[in-house]
């Protein structure tokens, strides 16, 4: 559903169990009913204005058809997103205090550089003389590793972002270590055989890790902030949670809730308004301030216009003071010529 601020809308819809009284009026994109025409056209009215945001992009200032199918169309992309990702994507966003641009960092690098539960891989050493291809069974840390690192199923930030932040190790050591702190159980395809504690260096992915963009839509679709700071807590989805035994670490009471009813959607249209308001406001200001600071220069070229009076300008040549003796004595009794110019 669409977002309000960064809440989620949950609208009042029409139960199946109901009979409807006679006259009503249906939103037919939220399935809401009304019996008063005066609360229809307040709410279609809400409904058309720029305020709602699409849940699986982040895309703002849209009306509420607009995001809604925006979602729609982001949660298409999302068809056949590889399942087994699902669970150490939602682990590690769950109660997470990180920016969505650190979530995605972190877990691009987390999956690139291990291997998940279910995952169809493929063996690099020859069995019998072979490549022999399975599926992950099971994940093991390995004791015997220098970096610890992320789980797949991690019960604290320590486990979820310790390896993550040595700043000194580069990506490439980083990935190896964390490749190398994993075992895994291998059931080969086509054969009724495990083989276990088989180090990550070993295998080979089947197919690829889904893009950093695919992996944001499925991190906006899945979860929500608890708050409006780009820190707030992530919040997966309860229904989620569930499905996949996602372990929490921050008491769910002490979160700023993610979701609107329709009974607090007018309180809230009214804040997310002026809130809109005073971004546009302070947008404004910023854009005159540096326009204060580099004021326009517009250069006019000059122009000369001759004077109204006539100005006699007297040039006198004068010589050097050894050849001006010189002269003197030649011609004392006359004076230099001078050139005498009018300037019309």
């Not at 069995?127 to 199923?153: N, Q």
């Not at 979860?223 to 409006?228: E, I, R, S, T, V």
């Not at 979160?255 to 947008?283: C, D, F, H, M």
Request: charged share 25%; glycine share 4%; net charge positive.
């Amino acid at each position: 559903m669409p977002l309000l601020g960064k809440k989620l809308y949950i609208p009042k819809v029409l139960s199946k169990t109901v009979t409807l009284a006679e006259p009503h009026f249906l939103i037919p994109f939220t399935n809401e009913v009304f019996s008063s025409k005066i609360d229809y056209e307040n709410q279609l009215e809400v409904y058309a204005q720029a305020l709602w945001t699409c849940q699986c992009t982040g895309q703002t200032g849209m009306t509420f058809e607009e995001a809604q199918r925006s979602e729609v169309s982001a949660r298409q992309r999302l068809q056949g997103f590889p399942t087994h990702f699902e669970k150490p994507i939602l682990q590690h966003v769950h109660h997470s205090a990180s920016t969505l641009e650190s979530l995605l960092q972190e877990t691009t690098q987390f999956l690139s550089s291990s291997f998940a539960l279910g995952e169809k891989v493929e063996l690099k050493v020859k069995v019998k003389g072979r490549l022999f291809t399975g599926k992950i069974m099971k994940v093991e840390l390995d004791s015997s590793a220098e970096v610890a690192s992320v789980s797949g199923s991690p019960s604290s930030d320590k486990e979820n972002h310790g390896n993550l932040s040595d700043e000194g190790l580069s990506s490439k050591t980083k990935k190896k270590s964390q490749s190398s702190s994993y075992r895994y159980n291998i059931q080969l395809e086509n054969e009724d055989k495990i083989i276990s504690f088989v180090p990550g260096s070993d295998l080979t992915r089947c197919t690829a890790i889904p893009s950093r963009e695919i992996i944001e839509l499925y991190i906006r679709s899945s979860a929500l902030q608890a708050g409006n700071k780009p820190t707030s807590p992530w919040i997966v989805h309860e229904d989620l949670v569930k499905k996949h035994a996602l372990s929490g670490r921050l008491i769910p009471s002490l979160l700023s809730p993610t979701r609107i009813s329709a009974t607090g959607l007018k309180l809230a249209v009214k804040r997310e308004s002026a809130n809109q308001q005073s971004e546009s406001s302070s947008k404004k200001q910023r854009s005159n301030s540096r326009e204060g600071q580099n004021p326009t220069v517009v250069i006019t070229p000059l122009q000369f216009t001759p004077s109204p009076e006539k100005i006699f300008l007297d040039h006198s040549y004068s010589s050097p003071p050894h050849k001006q003796n010189a002269s003197t004595k030649r011609s004392s009794s006359k004076s230099p010529k001078k050139a005498v110019f009018i300037a019309g």
